[in-house]
């Protein structure tokens, strides 16, 4: 799996029950002149409140192509007045709406709900995604104020009574309403949204509900401030340059640069990934620095200092186990997997269950080939040694070597970033898709690092605006994630303004970012995100892009992983970043055959992670534990996954996917996910691979689509059958 969180917005991300409200989220709107003059467009602004917009950015629509926020005129200061005014204005909208003496319409409802919240979707959108991407202590701050207010503001639309039974009106006759598909799937999302909401609750429970959820935001913003701030402070110190011994000489300059940037003149930094494995564990041959950098990561929110997570973590699961029940569910996981293809926590149980022994055991497996090799090269040892957990990566690299004679920094010099964005990502997009790419410079941006790319269709008409943000930074949260601030809807006439950001470390001045091939896949990854926002053509905000259940928004991207080793892509992007002389056939065929390779372990690790995500989220009230690693132990031992060389890929104190990244109870969508995704692998391959032809049907019938109508439905379509289990199986070396 690849380090990727989709971005969910303010509010969806920490509450996962307002997918309907677009306020501070993906996406948002305004009305129609059928509730009130006061809708039209967005709710007039005082004299005053006029004299404010004048130098606050958010208090009109951005000028800027595509609607691109001004970065270079926001301050920290203009979000919280543009938050306060953009929730009065769309709790007038939303009152206007349910407050309508006219008889409730499928317009002047559901519609004008749609159009609602277009100021607060602009300061939110933003806010969101440079407090992901660029925070600081000022953003931080009105974060944590802003959390527990946009939880009351969600909860002040979903628990509106007077709304409820508009929509509740119209949910009942909506057979003989005459609504085009995508129409009537609007209707039934938004009542289905309202009453998982809570919008039937009495009233003493809906007070109950409402105060949950605020401290579950203030929880939720807390987890993910603690993880930023511990893995910068846990960043490991390395007094000499001969304990980096096996490291390349551009990445020991790269650790010199961040020790002194950190004012350790002399001395070397290793930053921490977001997961539990670390880049540096496969190649630096001391072990005692391995085992000390495995275990500054695994560590991480549980030291017992200002940043520990333990406490949090379990709050949150006894707090969403109380809001389930509350709701009628028995836990917080049935009441996520009801909403998605999966449906059951029966079905993700089966699921995980019937991958975990043949995972273990091939895990076990490529464990006893490692522990001959360690033997080999540790007989001096008295007693011998152990494989352990610090260990896994750096003889798992020496066996690849030797079997496909093929090692990462073979590969690292046909992998330039550049060349993989523009020869490789950009590439395959418009072989397959037409659609092409021209960088501009004239647009202002948030870090110097970003860059941003103009997007035209296959007929050279604008399509889309693409932000790029590959560069680790201090104030940058890990791992890889796309991002929307502008979503496609032909309702509101908007077109996307998409991001990807990657946490790639940024070389000293002068040499050039040579990529791993983990990190080349992420990239085709999140650019798979990127085409699902892009190609969005749908009328409704609610259904725009990757507004799709979680269980199903992994599986475009991770089909686009496939063109990062298609041999017309590879062949075009992989030149030495030097010579320009492409990748020798031989490598390139030892790449592919390579891919197999180290199965047992990522798929245990996966699993650890995703067994996890559903013990704690299938808790009932009555079984909240008091100690969250206790509790984590208990429950790999219990899932039969207790293998120590395999740390899970997140534990729970630095699970941002789980606690911070709205996934909660949701991580298994990776696997779920892979299912329909190599299947699909297999009909490209079957009908011709990389082809316009291909292409055109692919985003026709999915990326096109967005929510609009049920995902499995659209994989029909696509496919002609439901998916068969057995390509992925076959990838991942079980059949």
């Known amino acids: 799996m690849h380090r990727h969180r989709r971005h969910l917005g303010a509010i969806a991300a920490s509450l996962l029950l307002v997918q309907a409200v677009h306020a501070a989220g993906n996406q948002a709107t305004t009305h129609d002149a059928v509730t009130s003059a006061a809708m039209t467009k967005e709710a007039p602004i005082s004299m005053n409140q006029a004299t404010m917009n004048q130098a606050n950015p958010f208090f009109s629509p951005s000028t800027l192509p595509f609607q691109m926020p001004a970065f270079d005129l926001i301050r920290a200061e203009h979000y919280a007045p543009a938050y306060a005014q953009g929730m009065r204005q769309q709790l007038a909208e939303v009152e206007a709406i349910a407050s309508n003496p006219a008889p409730a319409t499928f317009e002047n409802t ?104 605020a401290e579950l935001a203030v929880l939720a913003t807390t987890f993910s401030q603690n993880l930023l701030k511990e893995t910068n402070a846990s960043a490991l110190i390395v007094d000499s340059r001969a304990e980096l011994d096996g490291m390349t000489e551009a990445a020991i300059a790269g650790a010199a640069l961040a020790a002194s940037e950190r004012g350790q003149d002399g001395k070397f930094l290793l930053a921490l990934d977001n997961t539990s494995g670390q880049a540096p564990l496969a190649v630096l041959k001391q072990r005692a620095l391995r085992q000390r950098l495995l275990e500054a990561s695994m560590a991480r929110g549980s030291r017992g200092n200002a940043f520990d997570n333990r406490q949090v973590v379990l ?65 001096a040892e008295k007693g011998g040694l152990q494989l352990a957990a610090h260990d896994w990566a750096f003889y798992a690299e020496k066996v690849r070597a030797d079997r496909f004679k093929v090692d990462e920094e073979q590969l690292k010099p046909y992998f330039e970033l550049d060349s993989v964005l523009v020869k490789g990502v950009f590439f395959a997009a418009s072989q397959l898709y ?267 019938q999915l990326l096109a689509r967005g929510g609009s109508a049920d995902a499995l439905q659209l994989f029909r379509n696509f496919r002609g059958r439901d998916a068969s289990i057995d390509p992925l199986l076959l990838r991942r070396g079980l059949k």
């Open 110 to 213: 559901v519609v004008a709900l749609e159009r609602s919240g277009q100021l607060l979707t602009r300061v939110g959108n933003t806010f969101s995604n440079l407090t992901a991407a660029n925070t600081s202590d000022e953003l931080e701050a009105i974060e944590l104020e802003m959390a527990p207010k946009l939880a009351a503001h969600s909860d002040r639309i979903m628990l509106n009574d007077k709304l409820y039974l508009r929509i509740d009106a119209l949910h009942e006759q909506r057979a003989a309403l005459g609504l085009d598909p995508e129409a009537l799937h609007l209707l039934e999302r938004y009542h289905l949204d309202l009453v998982r909401a809570g919008a039937k609750l009495p009233p003493a429970d809906k007070a109950r509900l409402q105060a949950w959820n």
């Open 315 to 379: 709050k949150m699961a006894a707090l969403r186990a109380e809001r389930a029940a509350l709701l009628g569910y028995a836990s917080h996981s049935a009441y996520v997997l009801e909403d998605q293809t999966a449906k059951t926590t029966v079905a993700v149980n089966t699921l995980l269950a019937d991958l975990a022994k043949p995972a273990l055991e091939n895990a076990r497996r490529e464990a006893q080939v490692l522990q001959r090799v360690m033997d080999k090269e540790e007989k």
């Open 434 to 700: 037409g659609i092409t790419f021209k960088e501009r410079h004239d647009l202002p941006l948030y870090h110097p690092d970003v860059r941003v790319f103009d997007v035209f269709d296959a007929d050279g008409e604008p399509l889309a605006l693409f932000l790029f943000d590959g560069y680790a930074r201090g104030n940058k949260r890990g791992g890889a994630w796309m991002s929307e601030y502008v979503s496609q809807s032909t309702l509101l006439g908007n077109r996307s303004l998409v991001a990807n950001h990657l946490n790639i470390p940024k070389p000293p001045t002068g040499m050039p970012t040579l990529l791993t091939q983990d990190e080349v896949t992420t990239l085709f990854h999140e650019f798979g995100h990127a085409l699902h926002g892009m190609f969005s053509n749908v009328r409704y905000p609610r259904f725009s892009g990757t507004n799709v259940p979680l269980d199903f928004v992994e599986y475009p991207s991770q089909v686009n992983e496939m063109w990062a080793l298609w041999p017309q892509v590879l062949q075009n992007y992989a030149r030495h970043h030097q010579s320009g002389a492409a990748m020798p056939q031989e490598l390139l065929d030892q790449v592919i055959a390579a891919k197999q390779f180290n199965q047992g372990y990522m798929l245990t690790e996966y699993l650890k992670a995703a067994v996890l995500d559903q013990r704690w989220h299938q808790l009932t009230p009555a079984q909240a534990p008091q100690d969250a690693l206790a509790f984590e132990s208990d429950a790999l031992t219990r899932a039969g996954l207790d293998f120590a060389p395999v740390p899970p890929r997140y534990r729970s104190t630095y699970f941002s996917h789980s606690f911070a990244g709205g996934y909660a109870a949701g991580y298994y969508a990776y696997l779920w996910s892979e299912k329909l995704d190599a299947d699909t692998v297999e009909w490209f391959k079957q009908n011709g691979g990389l082809t316009r032809k291909n292409g055109h049907w692919f985003r026709q």
